[in-house]
């Protein structure tokens, strides 16, 4: 089918998600990229699936979320994209971008695709007060899922059934690469392409506060994503000053530079199986 551009009511200027539609059908399924306008890995991977000649056996869109920050290279022009959810058809840019693209992606299943500075490695992002989120990230192919509840509301997870993944470095082929890879076991999961995925068997974490940077010209970070840091452990260091841990975490989107104001999030690693987080989650949910 030919490119499909769903946008509407929006102001003069703004230009609206841009959509392709493939498969015989209505889309079942989304695949997002372009949230942030400087994450090109997912834009990247959307405009190859556009092209590839997938065997579909489902409807899905291909989504290009914020086409203006995207051509300005900007994480976002008015507001934080994935800050604003579920939107607002009056407010500014990126509020009216995500009420069009929640209303696009409510009723159906939708992978989300971002890239980081902090993380080589992708990992899943998922919000327990929509607890299919969990399950669905726990088949990807990916190490860690992450329940941000409480920390970065107003992402795209706020709508529907859809399970955020960070790719890897940001702006590389390498996240390009690994955010196709995502996609095509997205939709392989979902039976919008035959085969199956790979095997996944993730650990999850739930993330807490921002790790605060203080003052400085020059940040390390000397700790890696996802393992313990026990207290007393220096986690980072600003102009040569360590700074140690009160209280043991484990790191989620640090990095020196990913961040103007943040080294990036404390964690805690909730559980090592599934059953064990879905218990988990529902438990302190209803806590």
Not at 206 to 232: C, L, Q, T, W
């Amino acid at each position: 089918m030919c490119p499909t551009n769903r946008g509407k009511n929006l102001k003069s200027g703004i230009t609206p998600p841009d959509v392709t539609i493939r498969g015989s059908r209505e889309p079942e399924v989304v695949v997002v990229g372009g949230v942030h306008g400087d994450e090109t890995g997912g834009v990247r991977a959307i405009r190859r699936l556009r092209e590839a000649d997938l065997d579909l056996h489902r409807g899905v869109a291909f989504v290009i979320a914020n086409p203006d920050a995207v051509d300005a290279g900007k994480r976002y022009l008015d507001s934080d994209l994935n800050r604003v959810f579920p939107g607002n058809p009056a407010g500014d840019r990126e509020e009216q971008l995500a009420a069009q693209i929640c209303e696009l992606i409510q009723d159906r299943t939708t992978l989300s695709l971002h890239g980081t500075r902090s993380q080589p490695t992708p990992f899943a992002l998922i919000h327990r007060s929509q607890p299919p989120q969990l399950d669905l990230a726990a088949r990807m192919p990916v190490p860690h899922v992450v329940d941000h509840w409480g920390v970065n509301e107003g992402a795209i997870t706020s709508c529907g059934l859809s399970v955020e993944i960070e790719v890897g470095p940001q702006g590389t082929e390498e996240a390009a690469v690994a955010a196709e890879n995502q996609a095509y076991a997205f939709l392989k999961l979902v039976d919008a392409l035959p085969g199956d995925a790979p095997a996944a068997d993730p650990d999850f974490f739930h993330m807490a506060d921002p790790i605060r940077k203080p003052p400085g010209i020059s940040y390390e970070v000397h700790v890696e994503n996802f393992e313990s840091v026990p207290a007393g452990t220096a986690y980072a260091s600003v102009d040569g000053q360590e700074l140690i841990a009160d209280d043991p975490f484990h790191p989620i989107l640090m990095s020196a530079d990913g961040y103007s104001d943040i080294f990036g999030y404390g964690g805690t690693k909730i559980a090592e199986s599934l059953e064990s987080a879905q218990q988990t989650l529902l438990k302190t949910e209803r806590g």
